[in-house]
């Protein structure tokens, strides 16, 4: 891609976000835009979506032009207390603005939680802790297993996915007791 259609792409953003597509601003019956209802998006989703990592303001521009809803909204607002300088900030300090706006600090934490070493009850009761908080990162009993799983130390993380547990306790219990068994191993090696 060359910068020249890099901004070719962001001007057709920044015009069917202002417009009706075609560049005209009314709002005739017969010339509406379909609008479509957009669902909540947490930092999550948005991880999911593997986005680019840039450097830079060049991304800044394009990734605000994507923007739907309040978070359009919300951007705009940006751009009027900013002024020109709000296309100017890194992709990092957008990145941060967007994360303080839209993903409480529990959620962040939780998704980026890690066992450290070996010290499964340590992570085990933070987990248990952020769970309480952001019930909507792990809405159901599946959700919450399968993340306490997938941030497990890989020397057990494959026996207790291979159990397939159902439920969050039984988790727990045999995490710990795989951890209890590879120490007592390792300790009389």
């Known amino acids: 891609m060359t ?12 015009l069917r976000n202002s417009t009706n597509g075609d560049g005209s ?4 019956e ?9 669902r909540p998006c947490f930092y999550a989703d948005f991880m999911k979506c593997h986005p680019l990592n840039f450097k830079g303001t060049e991304g800044v521009k394009f990734a605000t032009c994507t923007l739907l809803g309040a ?20 992709w990092e300090v957008l990145k941060k603005k967007i994360i ?4 409480p600090q529990g959620e962040i934490e939780l998704w980026n939680l890690k066992v ?23 809405a159901n009993g599946t959700k919450k297993v399968d993340k306490y799983i997938n941030i497990l130390p ?10 397939r547990p159902k439920m969050l306790d039984e988790t727990i219990e045999l995490a710990n007791d795989l951890m209890d068994q590879k120490l007592r191993t390792y300790a009389k090696k």
Not at 3 to 14: E, G
Not at 79 to 84: A, E
Not at 100 to 103: G, I, P
Request: net charge positive.
């Open 30 to 38: 017969d010339n509406r835009r379909n609008v479509q209802t957009a």
């Open 100 to 103: 303080d706006k839209y993903c």
């Open 154 to 163: 890989n020397n057990i993380y494959g026996n207790v996915k291979s159990a």
């Open 3 to 14: 910068p020249k259609s890099v901004q070719a792409m962001i001007d057709q953003a920044l």
């Open 71 to 90: 978070a359009l909204t919300w951007w705009n607002s940006q751009i009027r207390f900013l002024g020109p300088d709000a296309y100017s900030m890194t």
């Open 116 to 138: 450290k070493g070996n010290d499964v009850p340590t992570y085990t009761k933070r987990f248990q802790e952020l769970t309480l908080i952001c019930t909507k990162l792990v």
């Open 25 to 28: 601003h009314n709002s005739h």
